[in-house]
């Protein structure tokens, strides 16, 4: 089947007391708005948008019917993502909300993500601080221009070395309008930091592996 063709089982409304929070959310790897059905999810699709290999996400992909030993069983998997090498299909459920019901279901599919060649994960919640630290990068996903020509500054302190966050941007000439342009970079991977805790002026930052073969520094 043509997968880009597909669309979602189900449709993404939004109604006075409903129990769940569906929205929208817009992808720069896709360039378009993708459903959600609640914030885990939208949390999930934000954080895949930051690996910088996503080429397409599919909410709802499909619909699978199974037998199981209690009789008929139907399950739409959250997500079909397509990354620079293989497949993602994923389900979205905080590990608290894990029922039996729902082991059985997560178990199918990862079979047929296994009989497909995909890979199959459950993403059952986050670290703290990756939430508000990709929260924070988000901010500098959208185009951003550059007419006093700070991020070429910034890149090239970078090439000396890893450098505190704070450090770094103060060393651009303007270093209050500076730290857009870092989170900008390092959204888009030209910069990479410490992910271990929260982004602070401490943080470490380096230039991104591309970036260090650009300027034979490795």
Same mark, same amino acid.
């Given at each position: 089947?043509?997968?880009?063709? @597909?669309?979602?089982?189900?449709?993404?409304?939004?109604?006075?007391?409903?129990?769940?929070?569906?929205?929208?959310?817009?992808?720069?790897?896709?360039?378009?708005? *993708?459903?959600?059905?609640?914030?885990?999810?939208?949390?999930?699709?934000?954080?895949?948008?930051?690996?910088?290999?996503?080429?397409?996400?599919?909410?709802?992909?499909?619909?699978?019917?199974?037998?199981?030993?209690?009789? /008929?069983?139907?399950?739409?998997?959250?997500?079909?993502?397509?990354?620079?090498?293989?497949?993602?299909?994923?389900? $979205?459920?905080?590990?608290?909300?894990?029922?039996?019901?729902?082991?059985?279901?997560?178990?199918?599919? #990862?079979?047929? #993500?296994?009989?497909?060649?995909?890979?199959?994960?459950?993403?059952?919640?986050?670290?703290? *601080?990756?939430?508000?630290? $990709?929260?924070?990068?988000?901010?500098?996903? /959208?185009? %951003?221009?550059?007419? %006093?020509?700070?991020?070429?500054?910034?890149?090239?302190?970078?090439?000396?070395?890893?450098?505190?966050?704070?450090?770094?941007?103060? /060393?651009? @000439? %303007?270093?209050?309008?500076?730290?857009?342009?870092? $989170?900008? %970079?390092?959204? *888009?991977?030209?910069?990479? $930091?410490?992910?271990?805790?929260?982004? /602070?002026?401490? @943080?470490?930052?380096?230039?991104?592996?591309?970036?260090?073969?650009?300027?034979?520094?490795?």
């Amino acid at each position: 089947m043509d997968m880009l063709s @597909s669309v979602p089982v189900r449709r993404f409304t939004w109604r006075t007391g409903q129990w769940h929070r569906p929205g929208l959310e817009y992808l720069v790897s896709t360039q378009r708005h *993708h459903g959600f059905e609640s914030h885990e999810e939208e949390l999930f699709l934000l954080t895949a948008d930051f690996t910088g290999i996503l080429l397409e996400a599919l909410a709802q992909p499909f619909r699978m019917c199974f037998d199981t030993a209690e009789g /008929r069983v139907e399950h739409t998997p959250d997500f079909l993502l397509l990354m620079r090498g293989i497949p993602f299909l994923i389900d $979205v459920r905080p590990a608290h909300r894990i029922s039996f019901d729902d082991e059985v279901k997560f178990a199918a599919s #990862a079979e047929i #993500a296994l009989a497909m060649g995909w890979n199959y994960a459950v993403v059952t919640g986050w670290r703290d *601080h990756v939430v508000g630290l $990709v929260d924070s990068l988000s901010a500098g996903r /959208r185009e %951003l221009s550059d007419p %006093l020509g700070l991020q070429p500054q910034m890149l090239a302190a970078a090439a000396e070395g890893p450098q505190p966050f704070g450090e770094l941007v103060e /060393r651009c @000439s %303007l270093p209050a309008v500076g730290r857009a342009h870092a $989170v900008h %970079l390092l959204w *888009h991977r030209r910069l990479g $930091v410490e992910m271990s805790g929260p982004l /602070r002026d401490s @943080s470490m930052v380096r230039l991104s592996p591309a970036r260090q073969l650009a300027v034979g520094r490795w």
